[in-house]
C-alpha cells in the first residue's frame, strides 16, 4: 500500500514569511497527526486529527501555527508568520484510529518537510 | 508530566559486538512502550513495542517497571543496524485518545 505522502521535502523562507505543508495519509486511515522535529530532539506532537475532528492540539502555538483536515483526509499545516525557530522537520503520521488499547496504536510516518527559516 | 530519556546521543560498536540502547521513561500511569528506528534517507518506522514481546530485526526490549527503563538490546550488532532510534511512550491524554512522547534519540553507528 501507498504511504503517508507530504510536499513539499523542503522548504527555504525568510522570517515573517507564510509557509504550508500538506499531507496525505495512508488510505483508510482515520487519525492523522503532525509532528515537530527539531534538529537533536524527538518528533513533538503539534496536533492530531479523528477524522476531521481535533483531538488534541495543546502543544500547538495556535498565535501562528494552524492545521485542517477539511474532508477527513488530507491535512494543510500552516505557519503565519514563519520565525527562525520554526526551523524543523515536519512529520505527518497517519493510523487506522485512536485506539483504548494504546498498544497497536501503531503509526506510519511520511518522509517529513525540511523547513528552513532564515 | 510524561517524560522519556535516552542518556546517549551517540552510541558506536563493532560489528558482532551487544549493543544496548537506554532508555528510561517518567509515567504516572501503565506505560506502553515502543521503540522507532530511522535509517538513512528513509523514515521514521515502528521496530517493536513492549506489549507484543516480540523479537525484530534480533532485537529485543524488556519492560522494567521496577527500574521505570526500556533499553534496547541485539546480541550482535549488525552493520545494517546502523541508524537513528527514538523511544517513545503512549500515554492517555484525554478521552479516548492517546499520544506519543518521544525521547531524543541515540545514533548507533556499528563499524566494520
Known amino acids: 500500500e501507498a504511504g503517508v505522502a507530504q510536499s513539499p521535502r523542503y522548504k527555504i523562507i525568510e522570517k515573517r514569511q507564510s509557509v504550508a505543508f500538506w499531507c496525505n495519509p495512508i488510505?483508510?486511515?482515520?487519525?492523522l497527526y503532525w509532528y515537530q522535529q527539531i534538529l537533536g530532539q524527538g518528533p513533538k506532537l503539534l496536533i492530531q486529527?479523528?477524522?476531521?475532528?481535533?483531538?488534541?492540539d495543546s502543544q500547538l502555538p495556535k498565535d501562528r501555527f494552524s492545521a485542517e483536515r477539511l474532508k477527513g483526509v488530507d491535512s494543510t499545516l500552516k505557519i503565519q508568520p514563519a520565525k527562525l525557530e520554526d526551523s524543523a522537520v515536519y512529520l505527518c503520521?497517519?493510523?487506522?484510529?485512536?485506539?483504548?488499547?494504546?498498544?497497536?496504536?501503531?503509526?506510519?510516518f511520511g518522509p517529513g518537510t525540511r523547513l528552513t527559516v532564515l | 508530566a510524561q517524560r522519556v530519556t535516552q542518556p546517549e546521543k551517540l552510541l558506536s560498536v563493532f560489528k558482532g559486538a551487544p549493543v544496548e540502547l537506554k532508555c528510561n521513561y517518567s509515567?504516572?500511569?501503565?506505560?506502553?512502550l515502543f521503540w522507532y528506528v530511522q535509517y538513512s534517507r528513509q523514515r521514521l518506522q515502528l521496530l517493536l513495542r513492549?506489549?507484543s514481546r516480540e523479537s525484530i530485526k534480533g532485537f529485543t526490549a524488556d519492560l522494567n517497571k521496577g527500574e521505570t527503563s526500556f533499553h534496547l538490546k541485539k546480541p550482535f550488532a549488525q552493520e545494517e543496524d546502523s541508524a537513528m532510534y527514538y523511544c517513545?511512550?503512549?500515554?492517555?491524554?484525554?478521552?479516548?485518545?492517546?499520544?506519543?512522547?518521544f525521547g531524543k534519540g541515540t545514533l548507533l553507528t556499528v563499524n566494520p
Open positions: 488510505s483508510g486511515h482515520a487519525t
Open positions: 486529527f479523528q477524522n476531521n475532528g481535533v483531538v488534541d
Open positions: 513492549h506489549i
Open positions: 509515567y504516572s500511569g501503565s506505560p506502553e
Open positions: 503520521a497517519s493510523s487506522l484510529r485512536v485506539v483504548v488499547l494504546a498498544g497497536y496504536n501503531e503509526q506510519f
Open positions: 517513545a511512550l503512549s500515554h492517555y491524554s484525554g478521552g479516548s485518545n492517546y499520544k506519543l512522547t
